[in-house]
């Protein structure tokens, strides 16, 4: 298992991942590829691909704001017949270490859909079992209709509740920042 990381736009590397991120996020949350590029040419993405010998089994598209100490996973998939042995829990892990490692990050931040549907449960599910935690606050965003929590991970040195306030202050920002023309 490899995981590569970019965090300037790489043609090559998005063609041989974007084929996970459409089969999870096509028809319902995907951002385009045009968008994706923008938040690279401005900065704030990160492309996390893991291999098993030559296939792509899972991807993360992270994001970071100058001036802030926390990390967004914007977008975690694991391609469908690769499910159910690790692969999402192991990048979960790397970029825990890359985010300490090479930014200097000591948090994670991620928002999760409240609606209790059974995909949504064992989506928060998945995130606790990789430690993070579920806040309280219930977001809701103006131009779609779930509503979402935030979730957090800390990382080393850090020992504080977060609110989910603040979460969501912070990826409304990256928000705001990934769609800007």
């Known amino acids: 298992m490899n995981i590569f990381t970019v965090e300037t736009w790489d043609d090559v590397l998005w063609q041989q991942a974007k084929r996970i991120y459409n089969e999870a996020f096509g028809n319902k949350d995907a951002k385009s590829e045009k968008i994706i590029r923008n938040m690279f040419d401005r900065g704030i993405a990160q492309l996390h691909v893991m291999f098993v010998e030559t296939r792509v089994v899972a991807l993360a598209i992270t994001g ?4 802030e100490n926390s990390l967004i996973i ?9 499910k159910q ?15 300490v490692n090479e930014k ?13 549907t059974v995909e949504n449960l064992e989506r928060i599910l998945f995130w606790k079992k990789c430690g993070f935690m579920l806040t309280n606050y219930v977001h809701r965003y103006k131009w779609v209709p779930e509503t979402y929590k935030g979730m957090y991970l800390l990382l080393e040195g850090d020992d504080v509740t977060i609110k ?3 979460i969501f202050d912070e990826i409304g920002k990256f928000h705001r920042i990934s769609f800007r023309k």
């Open 104 to 116: 200097k990050i000591n948090r994670i931040f991620i928002e999760v859909e409240c609606e209790e």
């Open 164 to 166: 989910g306030e603040d």
């Open 85 to 99: 042995r690790g692969y999402g829990s192991n990048l979960v892990n790397y970029i825990g270490e890359w985010a």
């Open 64 to 67: 970071h704001l100058k001036g």
């Open 74 to 82: 914007d977008y975690l998939a694991v391609g469908s017949s690769y």
